[in-house]
């Protein structure tokens, strides 16, 4: 390499590097925020009943399942052969039916997925606009959430911006809300 090429190398990492330093980072935690807010506590409470009522639907749904089955094997040597199998038919077919409506409560995109989406969504979506703002307002490069999967080994409090936010969205931040 010629010193031209070796200069120009350096000059790069100079700048790279002094432009990483000059960026400005915070942090929020997203879980703090949310017990702040009076909408998401709701939403939570009702996804949290709607969740026990299905469950006790597809609990109820199993025991009748097991019941069948039981009264089916201590009758079973009595049954016709077309009985059995009319029996065993209809055990089959309560057990389908109990996991489609497992799945369609429960399942990927099932009615507790979207009841969730409709109700929590809304309420994020105002977080994050507050969280731009304030990123915005005070010139933050990079926000990110202690709340969600980043491991945080040491996080500096005078970079938190929860408050913030919660001031943003209206509240009035409750510091026994925080997690240690």
């Known amino acids: 390499m010629n010193a031209k090429k070796i200069m ?6 100079v700048l ?9 980072f915070a942090y929020v935690d997203s879980e703090y925020i949310l017990k702040h807010i009076p909408e998401y506590l709701a939403a939570q409470k009702q ?10 639907e597809v609990d109820n749904r199993f025991a009748e399942i097991e019941k069948l ?9 009595l049954l016709s052969e077309e009985m059995r199998r009319k029996r065993e038919d209809e ?12 799945r369609q409560k429960f399942g ?18 105002r977080v ?10 005070q010139s933050l490069d990079i926000i990110l959430d202690k709340g969600s999967e980043v491991t945080f080994l040491y996080a500096n409090p005078k970079l938190d911006k929860s408050n ?3 001031t943003r969205l209206g509240y009035k931040p409750d510091p026994s809300l925080a997690e240690n």
């Open 8 to 13: 120009g190398i350096v000059v790069l990492l």
């Open 16 to 24: 790279t590097s002094s432009a990483a330093l000059a960026q400005r």
């Open 47 to 56: 996804l949290d009943a709607l969740s026990v009522q299905w469950q006790e």
């Open 69 to 77: 089955y039981k009264a089916y094997q201590e009758e079973q040597v």
């Open 91 to 102: 055990i089959v077919l309560k057990e389908q039916e109990a996991r489609e409506f497992q």
């Open 108 to 125: 990927f995109e099932g009615d507790l997925f979207q009841e969730r989406t409709k109700l929590i969504q809304p309420i994020q979506d």
């Open 128 to 137: 994050a606009q507050a969280i731009q703002t304030i990123a915005t307002d």
């Open 164 to 166: 913030d936010v919660i």
